[in-house]
């Protein structure tokens, strides 16, 4: 390996480790609820910029953000199960978009029209989701100003027992010098073909010299105490990095019966708008990364998915008294079964009466 190529990589691997670092240490916060209805979840966003010039020499710069985030659209890629035309034609529904008045094409520049409020269509599933930057700083639903530039991104995880890191990167090669201060992570929403923003983020420009690259890395850290499986973590790997009808289009999950099944790309689970339950039951062990289904289940019902705010919250009410509460994904293996997919376990500190609503808010954002 070439020298400036280690140097690369050691830069890579101490900003990731830094990161971690800045995240896990300990922080003031409000005092804990002795019971609450959502989990209790603290989630914040970081982007690392890493400019490696032709020669090798590497300089990485962290920023703590708070992303433009569009809840919709990464809802419907995580979690919106296949569409299927009836036989008269009729699409069936899904999940119902507002969608930004502003698409993109696969470069990041804007495309004059798009519908807005449209049923989610089946295109999203075709093509993977994407990676734009720009030298503006007025963007959010699109990019203030587009470099005609995307890559695929690369999702990756790590978690110890309080924080559940998740990190999106996208590599790029210029052969002219650039200045960037904006980055947008989008995916296709319709048959036409156009990109919508998932996250986007604006920073101080940085400069990249002719024949150099730029890394971005967002990390997406949530302080849960233990709540997400490691199956959280493979949803996101899942959603933002597979597309139809490729070679090796799946991602291999623990399902709750302890097997490892594979999931291909697009979730052809049918027989719900969202694939999503909200489970409960009696158990009272300590929550684990490694748990891939409740302690002691009694019961389990169809999750409901809202917009909140900047981010989106998925629940529903528990039927009966409840220690433990799971959110499982449901989901359909290569071996045609349908499959519960465990992604989060929460024990609150005391026991949940029945009929309490549980909502669990996610990708909060600015």
Known sequence: MRLGARWALAALVVAELLAALYLWLPRQGAPRLER?????????????????????????????????VNPEM??????????????????ATYLYLSVPAQRLD?????????????????AIYYYPSLVF?????????????????????????????????LTVTATFSFQQSATVSEAMLATVDDVRGGYYAIVYDSFPAVSVPAGGSLTVQWTFAWKDNGAFTENWGKLWQYALTLNFGGAGQYVNFTDDAGAT???????????????????????????????YRLQSETGSVQAGFSVAGTGFSVGAAVGGQASEVGLYWLALGFDGKAHRILLMR??????????????????RGG
């Open 106 to 122: 696969a470069r990041g520049y804007t495309i004059p029209y798009a519908d807005v409020g449209h049923l989610y269509d089946t």
């Open 36 to 68: 609450s209805l959502s989990p209790e979840v603290e989630e914040r966003h970081l982007i690392t910029l890493t400019v490696r010039d032709p020669e090798g020499r590497v300089v990485s710069k962290m920023y703590e953000t708070r992303s433009v």
């Open 346 to 363: 929460w024990v609150p500190a005391s026991a949940l009466p029945a009929n309490t609503p549980v909502n669990i808010y996610v990708a």
């Open 74 to 91: 990464l809802a419907a890629r995580m979690f919106a199960t296949w569409q299927v035309a009836t036989a008269g034609g009729d699409r």
């Open 261 to 291: 099944v594979s999931i291909p790309w697009p979730n052809m689970y049918s027989g719900a708008t969202v694939a999503l339950q909200l489970a409960w039951g009696t158990g009272t062990s300590p929550m684990s990364r490694a748990s």
């Open 133 to 165: 930057l720009g030298s503006g700083t007025g963007g959010g639903q699109t990019l203030g100003s587009p470099l005609g530039v995307s890559a695929a991104p690369s999702v990756s995880y790590v978690y110890n027992d309080v924080w559940f890191n």
